[in-house]
């Protein structure tokens, strides 16, 4: 079965530090894998695509890269916005896993 | 705009059974693939199962296989998960998405609902 690792599991920054989440999966996925920002008692919402396609209206200070089992979300300089669960997902074989999640907590 | 909204959540025994629907407005329904993904403060994000934009094709995750079955009925723009066989593990919020599609290819969970609570307890 396909497993999701993310690092950290907690994050402390602070308004406009650069901010990188990293996510591993337990065999290649190739640049199938999405990112999303989920708040308190709401909906996770689209951020990147397939590893670093921008979700349409998704600001420009988040980037995606990555290829095979290790990917990086990037936030060039945090916002207030941002403090959020960030969650991967991958796609394989029909199958859509996703990463226990990061918090990036104000510091 | 796009809209999804859930329902059919509530609480129910172990081993009885649910219906979830997804009422969905604001795009073609029909030609999007479907998704149930359910969330629980222990095991976060769980993806559940895929319906394809005409109903050919459904997958599952290897935890509801063979207990929930995933339907459409593209003539009410509508996205149903029928769940029997419900376990205490199965308590969760349930949320229906739409997938992305970038020139044929996966390209995440683009347009969510606000989630249903299904609570399974005796």
């Known amino acids: 079965d396909m497993q999701m690792t993310q690092s950290p599991s907690t994050l402390s920054a602070s308004v406009g530090d650069r901010v990188t989440i990293t996510c591993r999966a337990s065999?290649?996925?190739?640049?199938?894998l999405a990112w999303y920002q989920q708040k308190p008692g709401k909906a996770p919402k689209l951020l990147i695509y397939?590893?670093?396609s921008l979700q349409s209206g998704v600001p420009s200070r988040f980037s995606g890269s990555g290829s095979g089992t290790e990917f990086t979300l990037t936030i060039s300089s945090l916002q207030p916005d941002d403090f959020a669960t960030y969650f991967c997902?991958?796609?394989?074989?029909?199958?859509?896993?996703f990463g226990p999640g990061t918090k990036v907590e104000i510091k | 705009q796009v809209q999804l909204v859930e329902s059919g959540g509530g609480v129910v025994q172990p081993g009885r059974s649910l219906r979830l629907s997804c009422a969905a407005s604001?795009?073609?329904?029909?030609?999007?693939?479907m998704h149930w993904v359910r969330q629980t403060p222990g095991k976060g994000l769980e993806w559940v199962a895929v319906?394809?934009?005409?109903?050919?094709?459904?997958y599952y995750a290897d935890s509801v296989k063979g207990r929930f079955t995933i339907s459409r009925d593209n003539s009410k723009n509508t996205l149903y998960l029928q769940m029997n066989g419900l376990r205490a593990e199965d308590t969760a919020v349930f949320y229906c998405?739409?997938?992305?599609?970038?020139?044929?290819?996966?390209?995440?969970?683009?347009?969510w609902g606000q989630g249903t609570v299904v609570t399974v307890s005796s």
């Open positions: 998405a739409t997938e992305g599609n970038s020139g044929g290819y996966y390209a995440g969970l683009q347009n």
């Open positions: 604001g795009f073609p329904f029909s030609n999007y693939a």
């Open positions: 319906i394809w934009y005409d109903g050919s094709r459904k």
């Open positions: 065999q290649s996925i190739s640049t199938w």
């Open positions: 397939k590893a670093s």
């Open positions: 997902q991958q796609y394989n074989d029909y199958s859509y896993t």
